[in-house]
Nanobody
Framework: QVQLVESGGGLVQAGGSLRLSCAASGLTFSGDIMGWFRQAPGKEREFVAAIRRTGSRTFYAEPVKGRFTISRANAKNTVDLQMNSLQPAAPAVYYC??????????????????WGQGTQVPVSS
């Protein structure tokens, strides 16, 4: 009954910035964590960042620390990912995800029960 919808993806130049948004909706959504993963062609889906829906504690993958910022929007069921200093690389699809409870680990995809359809973020040189 929970749906996650990403928005804000699109072409951005190297060194530029982009902000992604995720909105969760449905009759039930009681998970404690919302996060972002990304997946490049031929690569496994990897953790990017996560935030607690209560308390606002954040978690970041090491490669994006200092460049990306995850934050809650106006409601606990919305989350944004501000991406700065984007580098030219293989295009990646960014996925919003949410947990069904409070997992012990937030950096693995198996901890998340709900997933968005993904939004593509190609970076031009």
């Amino acid at each position: 009954q929970v749906q996650l919808v990403e928005s804000g993806g699109g072409l951005v130049q190297a060194g530029g910035s982009l902000r992604l948004s995720c909105a969760a909706s449905g009759l039930t959504f009681s998970g404690d964590i919302m996060g972002w993963f990304r997946q490049a062609p031929g690569k496994e889906r990897e953790f990017v960042a996560a935030i607690r829906r209560t308390g606002s504690r954040t978690f970041y993958a090491e490669p994006v620390k200092g460049r990306f910022t995850i934050s809650r929007a106006n409601a606990k069921n919305t989350v944004d990912l501000q991406m700065n200093s984007l580098q030219p690389a293989a295009p990646a699809v960014y996925y919003c995800a949410g947990t069904a409870s409070s997992p012990a680990e937030v950096v693995v995809a198996s901890a998340y029960a709900y997933w968005g359809q993904g939004t593509q973020v190609p970076v031009s040189s």
